[in-house]
């Protein structure tokens, strides 16, 4: 079992800064990659970020060259910095860890997500 804690969420102007945590606990040693997703009002949830346990990332189109994913593992904390904020990234934003089960099947963690709203 895994455990993740968001928080970092909150209230800013378009053109602002926030940075998200994540902390995990639990069975740990046993995450493969991490990441960030966001749903926004009415809309899916989509990816937004993801690190994998050898720090290679990917981002989604519409925040590449704006956020930062990075993970501090002897903290067992996940971050994500945000810039140059939109009011599109407004969302709440999850936190997600997947676990390999064996070659083919995975399980995925979340957390209770936190909410991030950029006001225009």
């Known amino acids: 079992q895994v455990q993740l804690v968001e928080s970092g969420g909150g209230l800013v102007e378009a053109g602002g800064s926030l940075r998200l945590s994540c902390a995990a606990s639990?069975?740990?040693?046993?995450?493969?990659?991490m990441g960030w997703y966001r749903q926004p009002p009415g809309k899916q949830r989509e990816l937004v970020a993801k690190i994998t346990s050898d720090s290679s990332t990917n981002y989604g189109d519409s925040v590449k060259d704006r956020f930062t994913i990075s993970r501090d593992n002897a903290k067992n904390t996940m971050y994500l910095q945000m810039n140059s904020l939109k009011p599109d990234d407004t969302g709440v934003y999850y936190c997600?860890?997947?676990?390999?089960?064996?070659?083919?099947?995975?399980?995925?963690?979340w957390g209770q997500g936190t909410q991030v709203t950029v006001s225009s």
């Open positions: 639990g069975s740990i040693s046993s995450i493969n990659a």
């Open positions: 997600n860890a997947e676990v390999p089960l064996d070659r083919v099947r995975r399980v995925a963690y």
